[in-house]
């Protein structure tokens, strides 16, 4: 059986990863597993708990990071964020895409990690700060001091997308979904 893809999307915070891997997710044509992160952030308001993050407790987040456990971490507005990379390896030994949808950092951490690896890299981009900034807003479920912090990275990382593979802009969100739906399309048909 041949090992299945690793997808990275990243991109600037509240961008719209989340909206993006939705859509992508109901081609099921792609054979994609959604890679679940670990955190020690509080759930938001819709977010089921094993399905969107696994929710732990800093003294289990710190203990899988002494065990070696994670493909990425980071810490971001006090809370630790990481990708379980036990899980990873098991989803693509059986064949299937796994589907990162990470921030920048640990984007950056994994394909440093994973080099020769089957990996395709895409940063998404918004079409303008502002309309970054209304997404972020629209969200309304953090304080206006964590509102700024997001956007002060969000402004830092809107240039990073050197080393990835392709840069897809959000301007609308069936056509990026489809634009990143070709690239996967492409690099699965390559590695037959």
Not at 182 to 187: P, Q
């Given at each position: 059986m041949k090992k299945g893809l690793l997808i990275i999307l990243s991109g600037p915070s509240g961008v719209g990863?989340?909206?993006i891997r939705k859509k992508i997710f109901q081609n099921e044509s792609l054979n994609l597993v959604y890679s679940i992160s670990m955190t020690t952030r509080q759930p938001r308001k819709k977010e089921i708990p094993n399905v969107d993050y696994f929710f732990v407790s800093k003294e289990e987040f710190e203990k899988s990071i002494a065990n070696d456990n994670f493909l990425e971490y980071c810490q971001f507005v006090g809370n630790y964020y990481g990708t379980p990379k036990d899980k990873i390896e098991k989803w693509r030994e059986q064949g299937k895409n796994v589907f990162l949808e990470i921030e920048i950092n640990g984007a950056s951490q994994v394909m440093s990690k994973m080099k020769g690896e089957d990996i395709i890299s895409i940063f998404l981009i918004p079409p303008s700060f502002e309309a970054l900034e209304e997404r972020i807003r629209r969200r309304k479920t953090e304080s206006e001091e964590v509102i700024q912090e997001r956007l002060a990275k969000a402004r830092r990382e809107m240039n990073k997308f050197n080393g990835y593979d392709y840069v897809v802009v959000n301007d609308d969100v069936n056509r990026?979904?489809?634009e990143i739906m070709?690239?996967?399309?492409?690099?699965i048909e390559s590695n037959k």
């Open positions: 990863k989340g909206t990026a979904a489809n070709s690239i996967i399309i492409n690099k």
